[in-house]
């Protein structure tokens, strides 16, 4: 099955594209390193489908990581991107466009001040500047398997030893910046009261579903008790919604687990496709922010206003709550089905699964943390997904990214798909890979 398919474009669109930008790509996972062989080229999606250079059709899981909520291509979305077009690209001035998507975010969430930015990288280091200000402290909590971007104070690891400071994990970051963070166990509240006793605390950052090592739950009591913490200490909560939000219902993970962050950050859905980020939170601590305060914030295409109308089109579609009785259902079913399948065939293997997001972890029977998550079978999940591409099926190149299912995704395009897992995962079994 492997191999079945023509991909002599993309190939050709790869040897172009190492020639000139590091690994053929603009950002790393998108190269297949962690899969093996060569990244397809997209050359457009429509629906639940994606369709590379050679015009073969893919259902898709990976929906642009997250943002395409409701499917690829959607009409109301293009169709405000093209009517805000006509209008001009970017004005480095004040829009309606910003209040009203403002006011839809604050709506939705009921947070209480946003400020847009232009990634979810940038939303999270700008929400931790204002968490130090805010505190006048110094160190911040993050926790293991959680991703925040590509800022230097969050790609950081555990320091070695018990309740030590975090070391770089990229080359580049200095070792200063990473003495500040502090790298604690996802689902181990008291690993972070710890750090709380020995350390001066401005914030805990924590992704409320952690959906960068695969898809790991939050345990009963975890947001909650990060919540005491973080009251008791006189630290302010940070929850990185830029999954969650907007994904597990309007509210976010806020809602959905009945816990109220000091501020949230957004991404992904909120831009509708365009590249958007946002932080926000209380009024008290938003007005920290320049130009009613000293925090220092700025960004020259934030609030774009092609940007702020495909957001606003993407979260008035989401608003009657349809699209999330449909995604949600759609992805019960998917897992379940995994689930399944990996039981009949007697395959070592997890399934973990909220909302709209799913993961399923080979070779391993519990995911809950980081340290879990790391022992799962990536060979496998390698050959695997190879497979299912060969098979017409768009898994994430990774087995420690999520999977997303959007509102365009059919009944039929899930069957379609628990379809080819089994045929997939029976002949890996029969080859004696499984
Ligand atoms: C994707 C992601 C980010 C970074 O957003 P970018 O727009 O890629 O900079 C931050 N936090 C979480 C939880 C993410 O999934």
């Known amino acids: ?179 500040d963070t502090l790298v604690a166990a996802y689902n181990d509240l008291g690993g972070v009261e710890d750090l709380f006793k020995k350390y001066e605390i401005a914030c805990v950052i924590v992704e409320p579903v952690a959906a960068n090592m695969g898809v790991v739950l939050p345990v009963d009591g975890f947001l909650s008790g990060l919540r005491g913490l973080c009251d008791t200490y006189g630290a302010l909560l940070i929850f990185d919604e830029v999954i969650t939000g907007f994904r597990l219902g309007k509210g976010g993970a806020q809602a959905h687990y009945g816990v109220k962050a000091d501020l949230v950050t957004y991404g992904k859905i909120i831009g509708g496709g365009m590249p958007v980020g946002a932080y926000g939170g209380k009024k008290e601590i938003m007005e920290y922010i320049s130009p009613c305060g000293a925090v220092y914030q700025a960004g020259t295409l934030s609030g774009n206003p092609i940007a702020m109308a495909a957001g606003l089109a993407q979260l008035d579609a989401l608003e009657s709550g349809d699209v999330y009785r449909h995604i949600d259902q759609m992805c019960e079913k998917l897992a379940n089905g995994m689930s399944q399948i990996a039981k009949n065939l007697g395959i070592k293997a997890c399934v973990n699964h909220v909302g709209s997001l799913a993961c399923q972890f080979f070779g391993i029977d519990r995911a809950e943390d980081y340290q879990s998550v790391k022992n799962a079978d990536t060979a496998l999940y390698a050959r695997y997904f190879r497979e299912m591409l060969a098979a017409g099926i768009y898994l994430a190149p990774s087995q420690f990214e999520a999977m997303f299912v959007s509102y365009a995704h059919t009944e039929a395009d899930i069957d379609e798909t628990l379809e080819k897992a089994e045929r997939v995962l029976k002949k890996m079994k029969i080859e004696g890979s499984l």
């Open 1 to 179: 099955m492997e191999q079945s398919i023509n991909i002599v474009q993309s190939k050709n669109l790869f040897e172009r594209a190492v020639r000139v930008m590091p690994g053929g790509v603009n950002s790393p996972v998108r190269a297949f390193k962690a899969v093996g062989g060569d990244p397809l080229f997209i050359s457009r999606a429509d629906g639940a489908k994606i369709y590379d250079a050679d015009g073969n059709g893919y259902i898709d899981y990976v929906s642009s990581w997250g943002p395409m909520i409701l499917g690829h291509n959607s009409a109301a979305v293009r169709e405000a991107v093209v009517r805000a077009a006509q209008h001009g690209l970017s004005f480095g001035a004040p829009t309606e466009a910003e209040v009203k998507l403002a006011e839809k975010i604050i709506e939705f969430s009921g947070i209480e001040m946003v400020r847009m930015v232009n990634s979810g990288t940038e939303a999270v280091m700008s929400a931790l500047r204002l968490s130090r200000a805010y505190t006048g402290r110094g160190k911040i909590i993050k926790f293991e398997g959680c991703y925040h971007g590509h800022s230097d104070s969050m790609l950081v690891k555990a320091g070695s030893g018990a309740l030590t400071t975090g070391q770089p994990d990229s080359l580049g970051v200095p070792e200063a910046v990473a003495g």
